[in-house]
């Protein structure tokens, strides 16, 4: 039974305004966050500017761009001269994400300084971990974790954001740094979307994948718990990664979970827009603002998008 004529719904849809007025979900520069790579040599990326690597020079400069742009924070990834097995760049003090954050923290105190802790860009068979008898060994790797979110808070990271999915990794580096804001990338899948940061990041595994330790596409019960997990040991944020192809999983988490959620649109997402733009078949800032209010409407406070700049310019 439907009580048209008196319910007309397109009334509220007949200005601008009124859109406006009624609009459920906002979407500004405040709830972007603007992921960055820094490497020893700048790489341009023409398809997929968000992708490109920077230096510890002109990273400088793109965060004065992106400050002027008025973008919030930024998520640094380190691209090291040099890999071995254990990925000790990661946490030497004179690494490359290090190096950047000394620059930046000095030169950007209002620029939110996020570093993601990984060991996958460091080692030279690219898996997030340290190899011990041909598996990736959780409790030798949340040790080299912990050690590379103390140098990272060290070097004047704000944030750290470990993204291994390891077990037990939020408490290990918890317990070394027990002021420092964490937000957890708890549920990450293993995804065929990140094939464009594998390329930027060189990070692609030697062998084998990643899902002995990244989570399986078929499951939501079990994003549960890893978010119970990390809330137990003491995550002040909780991410899903992806975000497109996961926002029923972004809807349960929001739903059951008090903490601030953050979502990563990740380098696939992003890229498929701009091939499918690049082709003539889509409007890109259009599919672009769809896609990261649909992130928001499901769920997410704050998202990390290789859009983040190109969104704040479209906005002057
Ligand atoms: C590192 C990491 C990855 C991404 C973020 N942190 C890649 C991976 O797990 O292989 C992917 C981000 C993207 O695709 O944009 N572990």
Excluded at 114 to 120: A, E, G, I, Q, R
Excluded at 199 to 208: L, T
Excluded at 212 to 218: I, K, L, R, S
Excluded at 266 to 284: N, R
Aim: hydrophobic residues 45%.
């Amino acid at each position: 039974m439907s009580s048209f004529p008196v319910t007309r719904l397109r009334r509220l849809r007949q200005t601008s305004v009124l859109r406006d007025f009624v609009r459920e979900t906002s979407l500004s520069v405040d709830d972007l966050l603007m992921p960055l790579f820094v490497a020893p040599q700048q790489l341009r990326n023409a398809r997929l500017p968000g992708l490109a690597r920077h230096t510890v020079e002109s990273v400088v400069t793109e965060c004065e761009e992106l400050v002027r742009l008025g973008v919030k924070g930024v998520l640094l990834f380190g691209v090291p001269e040099e890999k071995d097995d254990e990925g000790s760049g990661a946490w030497i003090d004179d690494g490359i994400v290090q190096s950047a954050l000394r620059a930046l923290s000095a030169r950007f105190p209002e620029l939110l300084l996020v570093t993601d802790v990984c060991l996958c860009e460091y080692t030279t068979h690219g898996h997030c971990g340290v190899i011990v008898h041909g598996e990736v060994d959780n409790d030798a790797t949340i040790e080299l974790l912990a050690r590379t979110a103390v140098s990272h808070v060290e070097a004047g990271a704000d944030v750290i954001a470990p993204s291994d999915m390891m077990d037990g990794r939020v408490a290990a580096i918890r317990e070394q740094l027990p002021t420092t804001p964490l937000i957890a990338y708890s549920v990450k899948y293993a995804s065929a979307f990140y094939g464009p940061f594998r390329e930027v990041a060189d990070s692609a595994p030697a062998f084998g994948d990643r899902r002995g330790y990244q989570m399986d596409p078929g499951n939501v019960r079990e994003a549960l718990r890893e978010c119970e997990q990390d809330v137990l040991e003491g995550a002040d944020m909780l991410m899903v990664k992806p975000a497109l192809p996961y926002l029923d999983v972004l809807r349960a988490v929001r739903d059951r979970f008090e903490l601030p959620l953050a979502a990563y649109n990740v380098s696939g997402e992003y890229a498929m827009v701009k091939a499918a733009a690049a082709a003539g078949d889509l409007d890109e800032q259009a599919a672009a603002i769809e896609s990261l209010t649909a992130i928001r409407r499901a769920g997410a406070d704050v998202i990390f998008t290789y859009w983040a700049k190109e969104f704040a310019s479209w906005l002057c």
